[in-house]
C-alpha cells in the first residue's frame, strides 16, 4: 500500500474537521484519506518549511489511530512530535498549516495551548512514556477509564529516559499503549503477512484468554514452576514475533507490524485498545518520508527541509552571505586536530546540526555519536578527557540541558578539562522556545572553575576553539548562535585569547554599551544612532563571562554615566556577574546607571529570529531607547539638550 496520491482532490480530508468525523470510515475511505492527508503534509511543508519525512512515514497511524481510539478523551502523546503534522490536519488545524513555524502560526511541534488533542507538549525527544505514565497514574487514581497512547521513535528509544521510563510503567502494571515507530533502525524481523498474522493473534483476545487460563492453572503450583511457566511462554512467543527484552521490562509486546498497511494496523491497534492488562508495547515498522519520491530516496528522508517544489523535490534554499557559525566550528576543529591528534568530537544524535559531520568525514576514528543521550555524552567526554584526550563536546544549548547534572559532577566538580561548544545559542527562530538557548550563560557560568566565552563573529568563534584546547586544566564553553555568521575574514592561523580579557571596538565618553555574544553588532548600530542624537557612546565585547575582565568593567563604569549590558541570555547571567562585580567593588555607591539588558521572562514564540529579538527589545532601537531611559530623557529630545 503505497498511497503515492501527491496531487489528489482532497474530497475526503475535506470533509475532515476532527477525528470524530473518520469514526466510520470505511477501509476504502481510510485509505484514501492516507493518500489525500500526505498530499496536504506535503503542499504545507513546501510552503513553510519544516520537519517532512517523520510525519510522511506515520499518515496511516496517526489514521488509524485516530479511527480507532477516541481522541482527546483518548490521550495521544507524540514524542518529540516531529512526526505531528498529519495529526494537526485531522485535529481542526487544516486551513492553518500554511502558517506552521511563523510568526504567530502554528508551532512546529505539538502544544497544550494549541488544541486540546495536543495532551502533551514535545520538541526535545524520549519524555512520551514518561509522560503517559504519568497521565495513566492519574487516571487510576481519579477512576477513569480512558486509553493513554505514546508514539515514539526508535531514535527516541536510544535516551536512557525511555528506559527509566519504561521500567516503571512495567512495574506498576499500569494499562497503557506504546508504539514504538521503527523506521531507521532496522531492529525488526522481516515485516508482512506472517507477522501481522502472529501480531493478531498475540493480541486477540482469545489467545489471551487461553495465556489467562494457563496462568490460572499454574497459579497453585510451586513458584519455581509458575517463573518457569512463564519465562517459557514469553521466550516461545518472543522467538516467534520477536520483543523478548521488551517482555523482560514489564510489557506485552505485539509485532512487528507494517505501519503503512490498514489491514494490519486496524485490527491490532483494536485488539490492544480491549486490553485491560498492564503496558503493552505495538512494534510498528514505517519509512520517513513514504509516499513522497524526494523525501523517500534522499539521505536524510527530508527530516527538516526549507521551502521546496512539490513536483521536483529541490528545495529553495536562499545563497548565504557567509557559513554559518555551525560550519566555521566544524571547519576550525578540522583544522585544530590535524595539529593535534588528542582532539575528538563527541554529540548527541546531532552530527550535522553542530557541524560535527564534517570533522567526522576527516576523523571518523575520533568522533563519536552517543545518540539522543546528552548525560552520556557528557560523561562519556569526561572520562576521555581524565584520560589525556581533548574532547569537544558539541550539543545545542536547549539540549545541554538535559546533562547538566553530569556537567556539575562529573566534568566541573574534578576539573576536567571538557570543552563545550554550545550551538543554537540564543534565540532560534521557527523552532520556537523548545530549542531556544536561553539559559547556558547562567547555567555554566555558576559552576565553579568554568570557562566562559561567547564569540561575537566568527573569527571570534575560531580564536575561542584555539582558546579552549589551551584551556586543559578545568572545563570551558563558548556559544554561538545559528545562521549565517558575518562574513569577515577569519585568519589562517588563530591565536588563543588572553583568558579573562575583553576588548574595546569603539570610544566613547558619557555612554558604555558592554556585549557577550552577537549582539555586538546591534550594539555597533545602537552606538552610531546614539552618536547622532549627540551621546558619545563605547562599545565594548565582553568574551568572557567568566572569568569576567573585572579592571574593563570598572572602566566603563568609572569613565561613564551609563553602563549598559547586552545578551542574548536570560535574566540571572552575564548582566547578574556585571552586577555583582561593581557591586563588591562599590560602583553603585557613586550614582551609576546601570541597567542589564537580556531575554524577556517570558517564552518566545516561534518568529523570524530578527522578528524575536525585536520582540526581546534586544535589536539596536531597543538598546538606544534603554539608554535614554537610564538617563530619564526622552527620546524624542533635540541632540542640542542633551550635550
Not at 177 to 199: E, F, K, R, T
Request: charged share 20%; aromatic share 6%; glycine share 10%.
Amino acid at each position: 500500500m503505497t498511497n503515492e496520491l501527491p496531487f489528489a482532490e482532497h474530497s475526503l480530508l475535506n470533509k475532515v474537521n476532527s477525528p470524530a468525523d473518520i469514526k466510520d470510515f470505511s477501509k476504502d475511505e481510510l485509505t484514501q484519506l492516507c493518500g489525500e492527508l500526505r498530499a496536504e503534509v506535503i503542499d504545507a511543508v513546501s510552503v513553510t518549511g519544516g520537519h517532512l519525512g517523520a510525519g510522511l512515514g506515520v499518515v496511516e497511524l496517526t489514521v488509524a489511530i485516530h479511527h480507532v481510539f477516541d481522541t482527546p478523551d483518548d490521550i495521544l502523546i507524540w514524542d518529540v512530535s516531529h512526526q505531528s503534522y498529519p495529526h494537526k490536519v485531522l485535529t481542526g488545524r487544516k486551513d492553518r498549516m500554511k502558517t506552521l513555524r511563523k510568526g504567530g502560526g502554528l508551532s512546529g511541534f505539538t502544544k497544550r495551548a494549541e488544541s486540546e488533542y495536543d495532551a502533551f507538549g514535545a520538541a526535545h525527544s524520549s519524555t512520551s512514556i514518561s509522560a503517559g505514565l504519568g497521565f495513566a497514574a492519574s487516571r487510576d487514581l481519579k477512576g477513569e477509564d480512558n486509553h493513554v497512547i505514546a508514539v515514539i521513535g526508535d531514535g527516541a528509544m536510544s535516551a536512557g529516559m525511555a528506559y527509566e521510563a519504561m521500567n516503571n510503567a512495567g512495574a506498576m502494571d499500569s494499562r497503557l499503549i506504546v508504539i514504538l515507530n521503527d523506521n531507521d533502525m532496522s531492529i525488526a524481523p522481516p515485516v508482512g503477512a506472517m507477522s501481522a498474522h502472529l501480531a493478531k493473534m498475540v493480541s486477540s483476545r482469545s489467545y489471551r484468554k487461553v495465556r489467562k487460563a494457563g496462568k490460572a492453572a499454574v497459579k497453585s503450583m510451586p513458584e519455581p514452576i509458575k517463573e518457569t511457566a512463564r519465562k517459557a511462554e514469553e521466550y516461545t512467543r518472543g522467538m516467534v514475533t520477536g520483543g523478548t527484552w521488551f517482555e523482560e521490562l514489564g510489557f506485552y509486546y505485539v509485532g512487528p507490524i507494517d505501519g503503512h498497511d490498514l489491514d494490519h494496523l486496524l485490527p491490532i491497534l483494536k485488539n490492544c485498545k480491549r486490553m485491560q492488562e498492564g503496558p503493552v508495547l505495538i512494534h510498528v515498522v514505517t519509512q520517513k518520508g513514504k509516499g513522497y519520491a524526494p523525501a523517500e530516496n534522499s539521505a536524510d528522508k527530508y527530516h527538516g527541509v526549507s521551502k521546496f517544489n512539490v513536483v521536483t523535490g529541490v528545495q529553495s534554499k536562499a545563497q548565504p552571505n557567509a557559513p554559518t557559525y555551525t560550519q566555521v566550528f566544524g571547519d576550525q576543529l578540522i583544522n585544530q586536530a590535524e595539529k593535534d591528534d588528542k582532539i575528538v568530537a563527541v554529540t548527541a544524535a546531532m552530527p550535522g546540526g553542530t557541524g560535527v559531520s564534517a570533522f567526522a568525514k576527516a576523523f571518523p576514528d575520533r568522533c563519536f555519536d552517543v545518540g539522543i543521550a546528552e548525560q552520556h555524552a557528557v560523561t562519556f567526554a569526561a572520562g576521555m578527557a581524565a584520560n589525556g584526550m581533548t574532547p569537544f563536546a558539541a550539543i545545542y544549548s536547549t539540549f545541554l540541558q538535559r546533562g547538566y547534572d553530569q556537567v556539575v559532577h562529573d566534568v566541573a566538580i574534578q576539573s576536567l578539562p571538557v570543552r563545550f561548544a554550545i550551538d543554537r545559542a540564543g534565540l532560534v527562530g521557527a523552532d520556537g522556545p523548545t530549542h531556544a538557548g536561553s539559559f547556558d550563560i547562567g547555567y555554566m557560568g555558576a559552576l565553579p572553575g568554568m570557562v566562559c566565552m561567547a564569540a561575537a563573529d566568527e573569527a571570534e568563534l575560531a580564536r575561542m576553539i584555539a582558546t579552549s584546547i589551551q584551556i586543559d586544566d578545568r572545563p570551558s564553553c563558548f556559544r554561538y548562535p545559528r545562521g549565517e555568521a558575518t562574513g569577515i575574514e577569519i585568519p589562517q592561523d588563530p591565536k588563543p585569547l588572553e583568558i579573562g580579557k575583553g576588548r574595546i571596538l569603539r570610544e566613547g565618553s558619557r555612554v558604555a554599551l558592554l556585549s557577550y555574544g552577537t549582539r555586538l553588532a546591534e550594539c555597533m548600530n545602537a552606538a552610531a544612532q546614539l552618536e547622532a542624537l549627540g551621546l558619545s557612546a563605547t562599545v565594548a565585547d565582553a568574551r568572557f563571562a567568566k572569568p569576567l575582565d573585572k579592571d574593563l568593567v570598572k572602566r566603563l563604569a568609572d569613565e561613564h554615566e551609563v553602563l549598559i549590558t547586552i545578551e542574548e541570555g536570560a535574566m540571572g547571567g552575564f548582566g547578574a556577574f556585571v552586577m555583582q562585580a561593581l557591586s563588591e567593588a562599590g560602583r553603585f555607591d557613586h550614582g551609576l546607571k546601570f541597567r542589564m539588558m537580556v531575554l524577556p521572562d517570558i517564552f518566545i514564540d516561534q518568529d523570524t529570529p530578527a522578528n524575536m529579538y525585536k520582540q526581546a527589545s534586544l535589536d539596536a532601537d531597543s538598546i538606544v531607547e534603554k539608554v535614554f531611559a537610564a538617563l530619564g530623557q526622552s527620546l524624542d529630545l533635540s541632540a542640542s539638550s542633551l550635550a
